[in-house]
């Protein structure tokens, strides 16, 4: 079982950074895969960007390129999602999951769907 714990969401005026933290706590016997998803106010979820295990292989979706970095740190457990840039239209509630996969290198596509979940948090984006 996984513990997934998001951190570092705030309010942030347009133009702004945040870099947001998922720790993970526990164990899993598998090759897992790391995503951050958002979702804003009346909008389906969205997949951000993810990174595998190795943190050798990253993904980052074509609507956040250039202005959003993931990175693990294996060390101390926890992916990190840096935003620059930052927009209105990147308002939301920003979710961190780790899904099971078959592959610890192999990722063609960052996961849609995962299997542990943490609570969320929130990034504002207003003056």
């Known amino acids: 079982q996984l513990q997934v714990v998001e951190s570092g969401g705030g309010l942030v005026p347009p133009g702004g950074s945040l870099r947001l933290s998922c720790a993970t706590s526990?164990?899993?016997?598998?090759?897992?895969?790391i995503g951050w998803f958002r979702q804003a106010p009346g909008k389906e979820r969205e997949g951000v960007s993810c990174?595998?295990?190795?943190?050798?292989?990253?993904i980052v979706a074509d609507s956040v390129k250039g202005r959003f970095t993931i990175s693990r740190d294996n060390a101390k457990n926890t992916v990190y999602l840096q935003i620059s840039s930052l927009k209105p239209e990147d308002t939301g509630t920003y979710y961190c999951a780790v899904s099971m996969v078959v592959s610890a290198r192999t990722m063609p596509a960052c996961p849609r769907e995962a299997e542990y979940w943490g609570q969320g948090t929130q990034v504002t984006v207003s003056l």
């Open positions: 990174i595998n295990m190795n943190g050798d292989r990253t």
């Open positions: 526990g164990f899993v016997n598998g090759y897992y895969v």
